[in-house]
């Protein structure tokens, strides 16, 4: 046992030791835009140019004031641009000065840049650090020991070329369907480690417990020595005991092998993490026999990774821990509207949960390897990745490629969300580089070519419906790495639901990847903030560029949800729910349903509803893959039509995954209005529903050469006698004049536009009557060509009730009613029925049923984002409050057979849009237009994106009633 004096003697020798176990980071920039370090620089060409002045670092000097803005495609050759504009080339040269520890002397000092676009030529102290490095999205270091002054400041100098002079790297990088920046636009920072070091490590985790991991040397061993593995879980705890490899002086890598039991695996359901504490440790007789435990002249690195295997099986599917798993994703930029591609580690925590909360498990890195911590992101929420190697529709050579893919698979190896690797995109594929990703991937991953069959699974992108559903059956697996391309509000929702229905009813079929994540509008720094989406290039997420969620971020969370559910019915006591396990490996009775049921408002009633009870209850027991059923039972009060149940989906996690409803009052799950067989029969009065006292005041009805005019107390209503239509409206001296109708919409697509079908139809008749049962004045218009009827009862308080029936056919996009309304009257609107957000004729799901408010706005998805938009389409509606100029309308129908659809003005679309849509003032609808995407029309989309045609008649009621202001 060694004296006390001998541990004090050797204490100094431990702790310089211990202090030289891991590699120690200094920051030469910020880590992100939040905290980026002010350093000299100058830009040689485009704005403020010529002058030595100072910008953050990180950053992408186009936002930061400096430059010239570049859209990728609109460089790139083709036929419609033979001689196209040439790439902005300026330079930007950066200096800094900084100090190193004076204790770094005996290490190995390097300097790490994350990110630089494109070209980089980094010198110290005016000497060159090393070759000039090209290839924007890529980790690169310099060894910089033989350079420093330790004992004062040093200089650091950087050449940062936008345009690169490798015109592979130009091709690969620069002319996609992006815009460009310029900069090191990742931090950068110095690391300090021991002259002999590890300087990767490669982890094969595999969930039956083996493990296996490359620990490769900075350098041949100077010395033999062993490297040493501890296992722990994120809390610290061990898995088993270490595990050991010795090697011989020279080596240049040591293998660590072992297996664990029963260890906790990776899934992105189930996104458990381990640690591998990794030591190398020297041969030394510096000290005594008793201290060669490896604390002299060693290094220590801790990487995270996940147990699990993936497998890629021929003619079948793609497997994680032996289960059948399909990924439901989205294409993803590194990119924020204000500092372009310099991404912050909460933007990527922030982006990885939006995705999850629209239910999606997957995400492709388009079209360049992302920042790290997005990756980091995925591993702890749980998203699968495919990371890419850059190249839109051009490759880098072959050296290039080979060196850029090393830098790739090292820095992202050990990430257990990483699936896939891409070589290049849409054409972007080198082939002679694909079996490189092997040579640095323990795993050997799969290599895929988005948009091309490879690695036996078929990529294929933009599909039109027809060519979807041969692929989806197969026999090639079928993953679409990009589809249903998002424009405006175009896209993605639109037509998911049978794209998707259709893919799950093939074995074969793996998923899909939406193009896109988020619109890449740029804050342009030279036009005051102003958000430029590059015309239609940039409009195409799902999202806007702040996060902003568009209409079919809610669809893709419904269609999406890996519980589907559906309500079986209802004893006003209880609700029985039919459920559909879609998890890969979650079984429900892990999973929460909380409840509450609501009597909801009717159209004079402020508030949202009032809560009669709630309560939670643990799903049944139902394996993923299965089917079963959960009953809630609640307290019953009334049998108000109005009453309903609402009940949310909670994971195991604690996050929400689904709200579904459906009601318990007296119209039970009765969804959308059924016509009415017998216009007859509705017109008809029962006797018992007479009241017991005839009413002795009626309207007053003034009959001139033109017009016939209802006088009900304080208000006026008046009809043309030519068409039948309400002309006027005077409510106690307001005039609401604007709102003038209805007249028959029948219109149908062509192209881009909407052009009427149905003709005008043609007024046979025009009559009134006034009745003292009921208090009211009735007009009977009757049409033909088409044949149309409207019945209008006005009551002495002034309420107005429109009874029509209309009997149009053939091919239509849009049928219904349809009132003058002008825009510029309209403050805001409050309605119960589905919303907020706007529906399509392809795109119904996501809303929820209740109250909503929104304020007037002209929205233009992807260029303007006031969500939810104002104008637009809304489904199964009770009542609805226009607060207008003149006062607060309110249209409600009573009954279930009214149009299942209401329409507000003309939805804006984008420069070069997807469609011009009709004005359709304040409409009730029995049929809504379908949206396209970017690269498809309606009729190539499938069957709810279709024209219908209509064979049948359709009638309705809806009752005005006009408040002063």
Not at 115 to 137: L, W, Y
Not at 164 to 169: D, I, L, Q, T, W
Not at 846 to 872: C, I, L, M, R, W
Not at 877 to 901: D, Q
């Amino acid at each position: 046992m060694k004296s006390f004096r001998q541990l004090c003697l050797l204490w100094p020798l431990l702790l310089a030791s211990l202090a030289a176990r891991e590699t120690e980071i200094r920051h030469l920039s910020g880590t992100g835009p939040e905290n980026a370090v002010k350093w000299e620089f100058l830009c040689t060409g485009g704005r403020n140019s010529g002058t030595w002045t100072t910008i953050p670092v990180p950053s992408c000097w186009e936002q930061q004031g400096f430059g010239t803005y570049n859209y990728g495609v609109n460089h790139r050759p083709g036929r419609d641009k033979p001689n196209p504009p040439p790439l902005a080339d300026e330079e930007g040269h950066y200096r800094h000065t900084f100090r190193v520890p004076a204790e770094w002397r005996d290490r190995a000092v390097r300097i790490v840049f994350d990110g630089v676009m494109t070209d980089a030529e980094v010198k110290i102290n005016g000497r060159s650090a090393g070759p000039v490095h090209q290839g924007s999205f890529y980790r690169f270091h310099h060894d910089i020991t033989a350079l420093l002054d330790f004992a004062g400041d040093n200089r650091l100098e950087v050449v940062v070329r936008k345009k690169s002079a490798n015109e592979s790297v130009n091709r690969a990088e620069r002319l996609g369907d992006y815009w460009l920046f310029g900069g090191i636009f990742r931090p950068v920072w110095l690391e300090a480690r021991p002259r002999d070091a590890i300087e990767w490590t490669g982890i094969d985790a595999r969930a039956d417990g083996t493990f296996t991991a490359d620990i490769h040397l900075g350098a041949p061993a100077a010395k033999a020595g062993r490297v040493t593995a501890v296992v722990t879980d994120l809390a610290g705890r061990e898995l088993g005991s270490p595990l050991t490899a010795d090697f011989a002086a020279g080596a240049t890598k040591a293998t660590v092998t072992g297996r664990f039991a029963n260890p906790a695996l990776w899934t992105a359901e189930t996104p458990n993490l381990h640690r591998a504490k990794f030591t190398l440790a020297l041969e030394s007789a510096k000290v005594e026999p008793a201290l060669r435990a490896g604390l002299v002249d060693n290094h220590t690195v801790t990487e995270r990774f996940g147990f699990r295997t993936f497998e890629v099986r021929p003619n079948d599917g793609l497997y994680l821990n032996g289960a059948k798993i399909i990924l439901k994703g989205v294409n993803r930029h590194c990119f924020n509207p204000d500092t372009g591609r310099t991404i912050s580690r909460a933007q990527s925590y922030a982006d990885a949960r939006l995705i999850r909360e629209m239910n999606m498990n997957a995400v492709r890195m388009s079209h360049y390897q992302p920042d790290k911590h997005f990756l980091e992101a995925c591993d702890e929420l749980g998203l699968y990745v495919l990371n890419e190697l850059a190249g839109w529709q051009g490759f880098y050579d072959t050296p290039t490629g080979t060196r850029l893919i090393g830098q790739l698979v090292r820095r992202d190896v050990n990430h257990p969300s990483i699936l896939f690797w891409d070589n290049g995109n849409e054409g972007g594929w080198n082939t002679e580089v694909d079996g490189e990703f092997a040579k640095w991937d323990i795993q050997r991953r799969p290599v895929l070519h988005p948009w091309a069959k490879f690695s036996d699974v078929d990529t294929d992108h933009y599909e039109p419906w027809d060519s979807h559903v041969k692929k989806s059956a197969g026999p090639m697996i079928y993953l679409p790495t990009e589809f249903l391309h998002g424009l405006y509000d175009g896209g993605i929702g639109a037509g998911l639901r049978d794209y998707w229905d259709e893919m799950m009813k093939h074995p074969t079929v793996a998923g899909g990847f939406f193009w896109v994540f988020a619109d890449e509008g740029v804050a342009r720094a030279d036009q005051g903030g102003r958000i430029d989406n590059a015309g239609n290039y940039a409009p195409d997420g799902i999202v806007g560029p702040h996060g902003e969620r568009e209409g079919s971020f809610y669809t893709v969370k419904e269609i999406w949800s890996p519980v589907q559910v559906e309500m079986q019915g209802s004893n006003f006591e209880a609700i029985t729910l039919k459920l559909k396990n879609d998890y890969a490996f979650t079984n429900l009775k892990d999973c929460t349903f909380i409840w509450k049921h609501v009597r909801l408002p009717t159209a004079g009633e402020p508030g949202e509803g009032r809560t009669f009870t709630q309560g939670a209850q643990k799903g049944p027991d139902v394996p993923p893959g299965g089917t079963g059923e959960l009953t809630i039972s609640f307290e019953h009060e009334d049998l108000d039509r109005n009453n309903r149940l609402y009940v949310t989906l909670v994971d195991p996690k604690g996050r929400e995954v689904l709200t579904v409803s459906g009601f318990t009052g007296l119209r039970a799950f009765h969804s959308l209005p059924q016509p009415r067989a017998n216009w007859a029969a509705m017109m008809r009065v029962p006797e018992e529903s007479l009241p017991p006292d005839p009413v002795k005041e009626t309207p007053r009805v003034e009959e001139t050469a033109d017009a016939l005019i209802v006088q009900a107390r304080a208000s006026q209503f008046t009809f043309s006698k030519t068409t039948g239509r309400l002309v006027a409206t005077t409510v106690d001296g307001h005039d609401w004049s604007f709102l003038t109708g209805p007249t028959l919409l029948g219109l149908k697509r062509q192209d881009r536009s909407f052009v009427p079908i149905a003709p005008e139809p043609t007024l046979m008749s025009v009559k009134h009557d006034l009745s003292t049962f009921y208090g009211t004045a009735s007009i009977t218009a009757t049409y033909e060509n088409p044949r149309m009827t409207l019945h209008w009862f006005v009551g002495l308080e002034g309420k107005v009730t429109l009874n029509y029936w209309m009997n149009v056919q053939g091919e239509l996009d849009v049928l219904g009613l349809r009132f003058d309304l002008p825009e510029h009257v309209l403050k805001s609107k409050r309605w119960l029925g589905y919303g907020p957000y706007r529906v399509w004729r392809n795109r119904m799901e996501g809303g929820q049923y209740g109250v909503h408010e929104v304020a007037f706005n002209d929205a233009t998805p992807g260029e303007s984002y006031a969500y939810p938009e104002f104008k637009g389409y809304f489904r199964d509606w009770e009542w609805i409050t226009l607060e207008t100029s003149a006062g607060r309308l309110s249209v409600s129908h009573e009954n279930s057979e009214s149009s299942p659809f209401f329409g507000l003005g003309k939805p804006r679309d984008g420069v070069n849009g997807l469609l011009n849509l009709p004005d359709v003032g304040l409409s009730f609808l029995e049929i809504i237009p379908a949206m396209r995407n970017k690269f498809h029309t309606t009729d190539q989309l499938g069957p709810q994106s279709a024209t219908p045609v209509v064979k049948d008649s359709h009638s309705g009621t809806v009752i005005f009633r006009f408040s002063p202001p």
